[in-house]
C-alpha cells in the first residue's frame, strides 16, 4: 500500500481515540507516572487515559520515554558515574 | 546523584534566599545537567557526532535553561510526584523541543503543503504487489476518490496541513505549532478534531478500516 495512504488511514482509524486527554493534560501526569513505572508498576495498569495519549501522540510518547531513561539511569546509579 | 532533599525541602530552599537558595539552584541544575548528558550521550543516535566536551556544553546550557524554567514553574508544581521528576520532566521538554527545533530548522509546512498530493495519483496506489485487476482497481480509485473528498470536504485548510505535516510526515507538534501560530496543545486538539471528522465523513460512506486495508494490501 501506499506509504503516505497508509499512514493517513491508521492516522485517521487506529491512532485516533476517541476522549483521548491533550498533551497538557498527559504531561501534569508524566513525573507522576514516571515515578510509579520506575517502582516497578506496569504502565498499562495505572493511568490509562496517559497510556492512550501516549500511543497516539509521538511527541509526548519521545518525552515520556527519555524521563524514564534518565530516572532509571538514576536509580542504577548511572547519572554519579558522569564525572 | 541522590535525593537529598524532600520536595519541601527543594521548594523552601528554591524559594528562600542566600546562601541556601544558591545552594538548591546549582543542586538542581547538576542533577538537570546529569540526566540530560546521559540522555544525549546514551539515547541519541543522531548526535555519536559531536564530541564529549560539545556533549557536555550542550547539557550545561540546556541544564541552565531547564532550571530557568523550573523557577518560572514552581508554583504549579502539585505534590503528586517526586521534585526531582518533575524538575527532570521539564528538563526533557527543554532538551528536546530544542534538539527538534534544529533538527528542523530548515523546515517549511508551506512548502510541504503546496502540492497537495496527498494521495496516490495512479489508480493503482498498492505497491510491491502484481498488478489488480480492472474491477479492483476501479473500487480502489472510487475510495481513493471518497478519501480525497473527505480530506477537501470536512476538514478545514488549517486541520490539512497540520494532519499532513504531523500525521503523515511525522513533524514533531512544538515545530508545526510554531510555524502556525499556535501552541502543541492547541495543534494536538485541531488534529484530533480533524481525526474525527475524517472518521465520521469516510465511515457515513461506509468505508471502515478492515475495509480499506483489505481494498488496497490486495
Given at each position: 500500500m501506499?506509504?503516505q495512504?497508509?499512514?493517513?488511514?491508521?492516522?485517521?482509524?487506529?491512532?485516533?481515540?476517541e476522549?483521548?486527554?491533550?498533551?497538557e493534560?498527559?504531561?501534569q501526569?508524566l513525573?507522576?507516572?514516571?515515578d510509579m513505572?520506575?517502582?516497578g508498576?506496569?504502565?498499562?495498569?495505572?493511568?490509562?487515559a496517559?497510556?492512550?495519549?501516549?500511543?497516539?501522540?509521538a511527541d509526548?510518547?519521545e518525552?515520556?520515554q527519555?524521563?524514564?531513561?534518565?530516572?532509571?539511569?538514576?536509580?542504577?546509579?548511572q547519572?554519579?558515574?558522569?564525572? | 546523584?541522590?535525593?537529598?532533599?524532600?520536595?519541601?525541602?527543594?521548594?523552601a530552599?528554591?524559594?528562600?534566599?542566600?546562601?541556601?537558595q544558591?545552594?538548591?539552584?546549582?543542586d538542581?541544575?547538576?542533577?538537570?545537567?546529569?540526566?540530560?548528558?546521559?540522555?544525549?550521550?546514551?539515547?541519541?543516535?543522531?548526535?555519536t557526532y559531536?564530541?564529549q566536551?560539545?556533549?557536555?556544553?550542550?547539557?550545561?546550557?540546556?541544564?541552565?535553561?531547564?532550571v530557568?524554567?523550573?523557577?518560572?514553574?514552581?508554583?504549579?508544581?502539585?505534590?503528586?510526584?517526586?521534585f526531582?521528576?518533575?524538575?527532570?520532566?521539564?528538563?526533557?521538554?527543554?532538551a528536546?523541543?530544542?534538539?527538534?527545533?534544529?533538527?528542523?530548522k530548515?523546515?517549511?509546512?508551506?512548502?510541504?503543503?503546496?502540492?497537495?498530493?496527498?494521495l496516490?495519483?495512479?489508480?493503482?496506489?498498492?505497491?510491491?504487489?502484481?498488478?489488480?485487476?480492472?474491477?479492483?482497481s476501479?473500487?480502489?480509485?472510487?475510495?481513493?476518490?471518497?478519501i480525497?473528498?473527505?480530506l477537501d470536504?470536512?476538514?478545514?485548510?488549517?486541520?490539512?496541513?497540520?494532519?499532513?505535516?504531523?500525521?503523515?510526515?511525522?513533524?514533531?507538534?512544538d515545530?508545526v505549532a510554531?510555524?502556525?501560530?499556535?501552541?502543541?496543545n492547541?495543534l494536538?486538539?485541531l488534529?484530533?478534531d480533524?481525526?474525527?471528522?475524517?472518521?465520521a465523513?469516510?465511515?457515513?460512506?461506509?468505508?471502515?478500516?478492515e475495509?480499506?486495508m483489505?481494498?488496497?494490501?490486495?
Amino acid at each position: 500500500m501506499d506509504e503516505q495512504l497508509h499512514k493517513l488511514i491508521n492516522s485517521i482509524f487506529v491512532d485516533h481515540q476517541e476522549n483521548c486527554i491533550d498533551c497538557e493534560t498527559c504531561c501534569q501526569q508524566l513525573s507522576c507516572l514516571a515515578d510509579m513505572v520506575t517502582s516497578g508498576v506496569e504502565v498499562e495498569q495505572l493511568l490509562p487515559a496517559v497510556e492512550d495519549h501516549l500511543r497516539c501522540c509521538a511527541d509526548c510518547r519521545e518525552e515520556y520515554q527519555a524521563l524514564l531513561c534518565i530516572m532509571r539511569a538514576d536509580l542504577n546509579g548511572q547519572l554519579s558515574k558522569l564525572d | 546523584m541522590t535525593t537529598d532533599r524532600t520536595n519541601e525541602q527543594w521548594l523552601a530552599d528554591l524559594r528562600g534566599d542566600g546562601e541556601a537558595q544558591e545552594r538548591a539552584l546549582l543542586d538542581l541544575k547538576d542533577r538537570l545537567q546529569r540526566g540530560i548528558f546521559y540522555y544525549l550521550s546514551r539515547e541519541r543516535s543522531d548526535l555519536t557526532y559531536l564530541s564529549q566536551r560539545e556533549l557536555t556544553q550542550m547539557a550545561e546550557d540546556l541544564a541552565q535553561d531547564s532550571v530557568l524554567r523550573v523557577m518560572d514553574n514552581l508554583d504549579s508544581f502539585r505534590g503528586d510526584s517526586l521534585f526531582t521528576t518533575w524538575a527532570t520532566r521539564i528538563a526533557v521538554r527543554v532538551a528536546i523541543s530544542d534538539l527538534r527545533r534544529a533538527r528542523y530548522k530548515d523546515f517549511s509546512l508551506d512548502s510541504l503543503t503546496a502540492n497537495g498530493d496527498l494521495l496516490p495519483a495512479t489508480s493503482n496506489p498498492v505497491s510491491g504487489t502484481p498488478p489488480t485487476g480492472p474491477e479492483r482497481s476501479a473500487e480502489q480509485a472510487e475510495v481513493l476518490a471518497k478519501i480525497q473528498a473527505a480530506l477537501d470536504n470536512a476538514l478545514t485548510e488549517r486541520q490539512l496541513r497540520a494532519l499532513i505535516a504531523v500525521a503523515i510526515h511525522g513533524v514533531p507538534l512544538d515545530v508545526v505549532a510554531e510555524q502556525m501560530d499556535t501552541n502543541r496543545n492547541a495543534l494536538y486538539k485541531l488534529i484530533h478534531d480533524a481525526r474525527r471528522k475524517l472518521r465520521a465523513y469516510l465511515e457515513s460512506q461506509g468505508l471502515s478500516l478492515e475495509y480499506m486495508m483489505n481494498l488496497f494490501q490486495g
